[in-house]
């Protein structure tokens, strides 16, 4: 993207400023807070996954300002912008698995990979959703649900393969011995991202609520044009924290 992070962080700022001052008659905002807990993960999983290692969110967070227009006591309409950054670690036993490895000073492989492979996985979007909100229990409850645009700030895709081979070119090619290998795929993942968003939000006290929140990626991480990997990945994400109403 031509425009750094800072850029979209200002305009998140900006949004936060604008809409909440002043504050308008059946309008209500929100500060949420959260760790974020999930995967960046072909669905279904393939059959060249065999077992399953480690698996770490790392650091994870969301920063979410979010404002909702009630229509009358019961529904409204959700709206806002988070700054979210997503990440895993995880490891796998996979067979046969298509992708493309820097071996050492033997060079660059593309073909089928049988061994261990460790992936990281990290992406910081700017997200707007848009939700149907509906409250009950004197407010005490409130359920939303909607989809949400992102856009990409940035992103680390890369990791290693382990005590294995690859087959050159495919599943008949040459088999070359792997003792360590590393890709690096960052500079392909897709710059936008659209799925659906859920969250449930429970009041503590009068400014003070927990909230869990689920986004389900509907749209591959990586362009349908890339060869490294031959199968969709989604960004499929869970938010627990604290609201704090403004």
Known sequence: MTMN??????IFVSFCVIVSVP??????????????IGAT??????????????????FSGTLFFQATHWLDSDWGISTGLALERKGMKADAQVKHWQTSLE??????????????????F???????????????????????????????LRAVFQGTASGGYIRNGGPTGERINVDYATFDFSDK??????????????????????????????????????????????NVYSAFGLSYAL
Do not use: H
């Open 41 to 58: 993960l072909p669905i279904p999983l393939p059959a060249e996954v065999r077992e399953l290692g480690s698996w770490n969110p790392g």
């Open 122 to 152: 990290g992406g910081t979007y700017l997200v707007m959703p848009l939700c149907a909100a509906y409250r009950n229990g004197g407010e005490q409850w409130i359920f939303r649900c909607g989809g949400y645009v992102a856009v990409l």
């Open 5 to 10: 992070k800072n850029y979209w962080i200002s």
């Open 103 to 120: 071996v050492g000073e033997e060079g660059r492989f593309s073909g089928t990979f049988s061994g261990k492979n460790t992936a990281t």
């Open 189 to 234: 993942i897709r710059k936008c991202d659209l799925g659906i968003v859920a969250s449930i939000n429970r009041r503590l006290s009068s400014r003070l609520s927990a909230q869990g929140q689920l986004l389900w990626g509907l749209l591959s991480v990586l362009p349908d044009s890339f060869e490294g990997i031959p199968y969709k990945m989604y």
């Open 23 to 36: 504050a308008q008659k059946n309008w209500t905002y929100e500060l949420f807070v959260g760790y974020d």
